[in-house]
């Protein structure tokens, strides 16, 4: 098989909120209860066809834990989309995500295409980050944002194909403008956001958020 374009892509985000887990679940559609901490860095991938395209996504993983930080710069290297995660039942790994996103911004170029996912979706009653919360975070940064469920696989896959799609139109962008058609830089501003909400599967795209069905 022919490959068109190859796309890395980062998962960041706090120890413990199910970034390996989301991996295998759009990767390999599994999951597993006695999942192991990721130690160091890994990857891996999943070839698909989009807008008539063969893509190779390449899915990177890393430990959210402080002592791998040093491993950053060459993790966020060449990257062209992350994917930042929390747990909607932690609301301490909500609160770092800023701070991930700040780190993210700092390292990648500026036209990486960012999407927060809200795991853990299944637990509702345990929630302790609302979905308008993650929300109003999205809108504020230029996030596209999702809540999944990496247990159930509600979600991972539509948030992960949204990622990929938005790097496909922003290298087309950029390609167009090379060579001389567009004016624009080919970035996201996060004028528009997804918000894929626990329980609702549908994508509802949105301006503002008085249009948020959640």
């Known amino acids: 098989m022919r490959i068109d374009y190859v796309y890395k ?20 559609n599994e999951f597993s209860f006695d999942s192991k901490s990721t130690i160091g860095v890994e990857f891996q991938t999943r070839t698909l066809n989009l807008k008539s395209k063969v893509i190779k996504a390449q899915i990177w993983d890393t430990a959210g834990q402080e002592r ?64 308008e919360q993650a929300v109003e975070f999205a809108q504020e940064q230029g996030l596209f944002f999702s809540e999944a469920s990496a247990l159930s696989g509600n979600n991972v896959e539509s948030a992960f194909l949204k990622v990929l799609e938005e790097i496909y139109s922003v290298a087309s962008k950029k390609t167009l403008d090379a060579n001389g058609k567009l004016n624009g830089h080919g970035t996201l501003t996060g004028a528009k956001i997804d918000v894929i909400s626990g329980t609702d599967l549908e994508i509802s795209e949105m301006k503002t958020l008085s249009n948020c069905s959640c």
């Open 9 to 28: 892509v980062v998962v960041i985000g706090d120890s413990a909120v199910g970034k390996s887990q989301l991996l295998a679940r759009f990767t390999k």
């Open 68 to 131: 791998y930080r040093a491993v950053t710069s060459a993790y966020y290297r060449g990257a062209l989309g992350a994917i930042v995660v929390y747990d909607i039942t932690k609301r301490q790994t909500f609160d770092h995500v800023a701070r991930w996103v700040d780190e993210l911004r700092s390292h990648a170029d500026t036209s990486i295409v960012i999407m927060l996912i809200g795991n853990k979706a299944d637990l509702e009653e345990q929630r302790a980050v609302t979905t």
